[in-house]
């Protein structure tokens, strides 16, 4: 069992910038970790990955060049640093661990992942 704890969330104007963090504990994962979202009448959707192996990362498009993902192994705690923030980036944020190897293109399928946080939540007015 894993256990995976967001913080960083809050409340920006649009442009500002914000770093989430997840530590996680527990036990061993592989694969990939990776950040999702959820805004309301929205689908779930994946916005960042890092394969722990090597780690290759994937972004999804919407957040290409302004979103980073990183991996601190030592500290087992996976960031998101999100910059030049768009009032369509307001969700909720969750963590995920235990993900696709990295012989698959899937790590920002949702269903591939195993543990999951609680979330926390990103808001950004105009």
């Known amino acids: 069992q894993m256990y995976l704890a967001e913080s960083g969330g809050g409340s920006v104007q649009a442009g500002g910038s914000l770093r989430l963090s997840c530590a996680a504990s527990?036990?061993?994962?592989?694969?990939?970790m990776g950040w999702f979202r959820h805004a309301p009448a929205k689908e779930r959707e994946g916005v960042a990955a890092?394969?722990?192996?090597?780690?290759?990362?994937a972004l999804d498009d919407s957040v290409k060049g302004r979103f980073t993902i990183t991996l601190d192994k030592a500290k087992n705690t996976l960031y998101l640093q999100m910059n030049n923030l768009k009032p369509e980036d307001t969700a909720m944020y969750y963590c995920?661990?235990?993900?696709?190897?990295?012989?698959?293109?899937?790590?920002?399928?949702?269903?591939?992942?195993?543990?999951w946080g609680q979330g926390t939540r990103v808001t950004v007015s105009a």
């Open positions: 995920a661990a235990h993900g696709p190897p990295e012989t698959t293109d899937w790590a920002l399928r949702a269903n591939e992942y195993t543990y």
């Open positions: 527990g036990g061993a994962t592989s694969g990939a």
């Open positions: 890092v394969y722990r192996m090597r780690g290759k990362t």
